[in-house]
């Protein structure tokens, strides 16, 4: 997949006279192309004038975006990069990365660092409400619930921690993982959750009696990802042997999905506890989300994004292969989605 990649600061860099930003054009797997874009100062009314070197040129600029083009004798590929509306830097310290985040309506955001801190912030404008402290080493997922005012933050310490969005207090705490916790997800209201670590398990959780429920472990080795859907009824998540109790709610007729480090992707009836199915992957799986009620997409360490057909996985509906960047996140959006990479390899 061809990709143009720009300097994640470039809005900032550019606004300065004479300063310059570097861009990249990467051709799927072959050797990629650098060069970079220059100020050459700025208009009447504050926009930058832009210039390109090694193939690159600007197509037009304003103040919240920037169309680059890249020319050789095959090639002509043009991206328009969207600088961001706000940038918060003093939530978390910029020399640490954020590996978990959410958001609510309400206007609240709660993130994790490679630092270990976790933190409450308001999303008009950054300011950090609370710090929840309680967690022994790094905190790899935290999410909200949906009624917005509780999150559940999971990490290396094995543990699965409830907290107070209004007092900072840890009103629960979910124990029984044997290795670091790598992800949640929530069913329905949050009755109930489901986890999965590096333990190699994922656990279907009562958050009132503090007690798992289930657990699924036929997955080969540990997991990395987590989502959850209600899905068509052909898929046939048909009663296994495992009874269900009153404590669980809203786990019919729930298809969960998970990513494994063995470069698979594990289907099983949230209610049943039953596998459904196993697909191959073209690495270890770093993400996972479904795009609708039958089709679910997968990210890879590899940089492989694939695209799958619950009702008939063995011929994914689309590939592609993002260089050599590992697949981080998904978010689904108007029936595609974004997805964020890290470092090529």
């Known amino acids: 997949m061809e990709r143009l990649i720009l300097q994640s600061d470039w809005d900032e860099v550019l606004k300065e006279n004479e300063e310059k930003v570097w861009i990249s054009y990467k051709p799927g797997a072959q050797p990629s192309v650098h060069g970079s874009l220059y100020n050459q100062g700025l208009s009447s009314d504050g926009v930058p004038y832009v210039t390109g070197s090694d193939g690159f040129s600007v197509q037009e600029v304003t103040k919240r975006s920037i169309s680059v083009s890249y020319t050789d004798d095959s090639i002509n590929l043009t991206r328009k990069f969207v600088a961001p509306n706000v940038s918060f830097k003093a939530i978390h310290n910029e020399r640490k990365s954020v590996v978990s985040l959410d958001v609510t309506e309400g206007g609240l955001g709660v993130?994790?660092?490679?630092?270990?801190?976790?933190?409450?912030?308001?999303?008009?404008?950054?300011?950090?409400?609370?710090?929840?402290?309680?967690?022994?080493?790094?905190?790899?997922?935290?999410g909200f619930f949906p009624s917005g005012l509780v999150v559940l933050s999971g990490g290396a310490d094995m543990q699965l921690k409830i907290w107070s969005a209004e007092t900072g207090k840890c009103a629960a705490t979910l124990t029984g993982h044997r290795a670091a916790i790598n992800d949640t997800v929530m069913v329905d209201r949050?009755?109930?959750?489901?986890?999965?670590?590096?333990?190699?398990?994922?656990?279907?959780?009562?958050?009132?009696?503090?007690?798992?429920?289930?657990s699924y472990d036929e997955n080969g080795g540990e997991v990395n990802c987590?989502?959850?859907?209600?899905?068509?009824?052909?898929l046939s998540l048909e009663a296994g042997n495992q009874p269900t109790t009153d404590r669980e709610v809203g786990t019919q007729g729930k298809l969960l999905l998970l990513g494994c480090?063995?470069?698979t992707v594990q289907g099983y009836g949230l209610q049943t506890r039953k596998k459904v199915f196993e697909f191959?992957?073209?690495?270890?799986?770093?993400?996972?989300?479904?795009?609708?009620?039958?089709?679910?997409?997968?990210?890879?360490?590899?940089?492989?994004?694939?695209?799958?057909?619950?009702?008939?996985?063995?011929?994914?509906?689309k590939e592609w292969?993002?260089?050599?960047?590992?697949?981080?996140?998904?978010?689904?959006?108007?029936?595609?989605?974004f997805t964020g990479t890290g470092k090529p390899l």
């Open 111 to 142: 993130s994790a660092d490679s630092e270990g801190k976790l933190r409450l912030w308001q999303t008009d404008t950054g300011e950090v409400r609370r710090d929840f402290v309680g967690h022994y080493g790094d905190v790899y997922t935290c």
């Open 190 to 214: 949050g009755r109930n959750v489901v986890s999965c670590g590096k333990d190699g398990s994922a656990k279907l959780w009562d958050v009132g009696q503090q007690s798992c429920l289930g």
């Open 226 to 234: 987590c989502c959850l859907q209600d899905v068509e009824n052909s």
């Open 261 to 263: 480090e063995n470069s």
């Open 280 to 317: 191959p992957a073209h690495g270890p799986v770093n993400c996972c989300q479904f795009l609708s009620d039958i089709t679910a997409i997968i990210g890879t360490q590899d940089g492989h994004i694939t695209v799958l057909d619950l009702r008939n996985i063995r011929v994914p509906v």
């Open 321 to 337: 292969k993002d260089s050599r960047s590992a697949v981080l996140c998904f978010c689904p959006y108007n029936g595609g989605f």
